[in-house]
């Protein structure tokens, strides 16, 4: 047999088969949590065997962080309607944003892994967190250079604040993050501690 | 046997052995979170039977939790230095506050448990998180009182912030809580979004 055939021969894991184990993974995170989750149940729930999903992640870190990574966390087009609150309320109550469901259950899922498995934390902050963290930068710098911002903001602490602000809010307090809680939240205290002292 | 002999016959948790055990739960529940904490190792680790254990809590989750609510989360007097900035920084950078790396550590610990466990999360909301936002809650008022605070302020969002903004660095962005992250937090978002306008 041909190196090509051998490769053409021997069982792949591609494209939609590929985004069925991947959601397979995220239903069954949501339900059970980081460290509950089994590569046996994502396989069962995908009905792949286990073999086909060691053949493509070779470990149940490498399997979450990639379908946390795919999912649909920011707008296709970053909000820019010249506003920052507008901007932060389309970006935060959009697909993928805070009032998200599914957004927030994952999360959830996988904040006791984060602060137990340094290797799975390393992962998530950059594959995940990360991208999202430069959607919210970018709005804010927007924001600057349009003069919306006081001269002295300090963008590493405020960027990240709403976010801060509403995950402890659904997961601490145990609310539901609707639109209304991120718009108390944006203009409660976000836009008056950025814009401008008279 | 009477009663009261029976009484002394039985086994009995209390005093200084109740706070090993709860002492060894906390121990092993920053090390594994609470998914995998189990009434064994806690058992083992205190050097106790697990019967013994399950005379006094008859659920990890009343054990867990009864250890977390005895944590010396706040300072025995509550800060009150007539300034709601010296009063934040006190009381978060305290003994049992943000930078206290055991408190973070137990926190981490129970999040996915938080979100994944109804029962569990009620009992953490009761026990644990509601005395320590009305700590928060108590400065706050104390301020408006002083009237350092804006007339429109909707305390139910402000009074969490503070920690909201803290957590989410210390689990999400991986960052250690020190003075320096309490204290700009207070500067660049709190105190500005809560002064009075001019």
């Not at 021969?9 to 069954?28: F, K, S, T, W």
């Not at 909000?79 to 609150?85: A, F, I, N, Q, V």
């Not at 804010?140 to 709403?162: K, N, Q, S, Y």
């Not at 307090?173 to 401008?196: T, Y």
Request: charged share 30%; hydrophobic share 40%; proline share 5%.
């Amino acid at each position: 047999m041909t190196p090509e055939a051998a490769a053409a021969a021997r069982p792949r894991v591609e494209g939609d088969r590929e985004q069925e184990i991947l959601d397979a993974a995220l239903e069954v995170l949501a339900e059970h949590g980081y460290d509950r989750l089994t590569m046996d149940a994502v396989a069962q729930r995908a009905k792949a065997s286990k073999a086909t999903l060691y053949r493509r992640w070779n470990s149940k870190a490498k399997l979450v962080v990639e379908s946390l990574a795919r999912m649909k966390t920011t707008p296709e087009e970053l909000p820019d309607t010249g506003d920052l609150r507008t901007d932060l309320m389309t970006a935060f109550c959009g697909m993928g944003g805070l009032t998200d469901h599914d957004t927030t259950s994952t999360f959830g899922a996988v904040i006791t892994a984060v602060t137990t498995d340094p290797e799975f934390a390393a992962e998530f902050r950059t594959q995940v967190v990360g991208p999202k963290s430069q959607v919210s930068r970018t709005l804010f710098e927007r924001a600057r250079d349009r003069g919306e911002l006081r001269a002295d903001i300090d963008l590493d602490i405020i960027v990240p604040a709403l976010s801060g602000i509403v995950l402890h809010r659904v997961f601490v307090l145990g609310e539901r993050p609707d639109a209304a809680l991120i718009e108390r939240a944006i203009d409660q205290i976000i836009l008056p501690a950025v814009r401008p002292q008279v």
